[in-house]
T-cell receptor, first 113, second 114 residues
Framework: QKEVEQDPGPLSVPEGAIVSLNCTYS??????FMWYRQYSRKGPELLMY????GNKEDGRFTAQVDKSSKYISLFIRDSQPSDSATYLC?????????????FGQGTELSVKP | DAGVTQSPTHLIKTRGQQVTLRCSPK?????VSWYQQALGQGPQFIFQ???????QRGNFPDRFSGHQFPNYSSELNVNALLLGDSALYLC?????????????FGPGTRLTVT
């Protein structure tokens, strides 16, 4: 079993839709949770960063962490064609002191005009 | 403010050869990590360098080695290349001032082993 599970998709939505992306994990030591966006043949770009449980909002993006369920989500409101990319969740345990990130497989998102 | 830079962009090697990839961290960052991303997969942690020493290592064989220089730039070396080493190699940097757990990635070096 992988430490981080993420549905690879692909996920296709119409422009303006609300998108929900999710990851589950098994390691209860994970404390730091990140979402990265990766365009084709590019490096991952940090979108959101959350420590422990709770919600964090940044513009059209909202990240949620539920440590009791070992489940994290990223919501994208009013999705745009420019949001079409692969979204990667990543996690780190405090004992790794911010070093080793464990990634999900990535979810491929396509937003159709 | 320059972000993380990597060179070369693309590289083609044959089995058994050796390769060196290079990374310059984001300005103000002193810690560099390397990741391997196979097609359709998430990045996998290779190792991390801080103060010119390897601090953490993932589940990669000794054929993978690295170095960090006094200016914080880093190299990844892979010896005795295998076909399975074909991947996108990503460098990520972070700093210890404030938000030290956020890592920023470069564009990657795409390595093809034939």
């Amino acid at each position: 079993q992988k430490e981080v599970e993420q549905d690879p998709g692909p996920l296709s939505v119409p422009e303006g839709a609300i998108v929900s992306l999710n990851c589950t994990y098994s390691n209860s030591a994970f404390q730091y949770f990140m979402w990265y966006r990766q365009y084709s043949r590019k490096g991952p770009e940090l979108l959101m960063y959350t420590y422990s449980s709770g919600n964090k909002e940044d513009g059209r993006f909202t990240a949620q962490v539920d440590k009791s369920s070992k489940y994290i989500s990223l919501f994208i409101r009013d999705s745009q064609p420019s949001d079409s990319a692969t979204y990667l969740c990543a996690m780190s345990a405090k004992y790794n002191q911010g070093g080793k990130l464990i990634f999900g497989q990535g979810t491929e998102l396509s937003v159709k005009p | 403010d320059a972000g993380v830079t990597q060179s070369p962009t693309h590289l083609i090697k044959t089995r058994g050869q050796q390769v060196t990839l290079r990374c310059s961290p984001k300005s103000g960052h002193d810690t560099v990590s390397w990741y391997q991303q196979a097609l359709g997969q998430g990045p996998q942690f290779i190792f991390q360098y801080y103060e010119e020493e390897e601090r953490q290592r993932g589940n990669f064989p000794d054929r993978f080695s690295g170095h960090q220089f006094p200016n914080y730039s880093s190299e990844l070396n892979v010896n005795a290349l295998l076909l399975g080493d074909s991947a996108l190699y990503l460098c990520a940097s972070r700093g210890d001032r404030g938000r030290s757990y956020e890592q920023y990635f470069g564009p990657g070096t795409r390595l093809t082993v034939t």
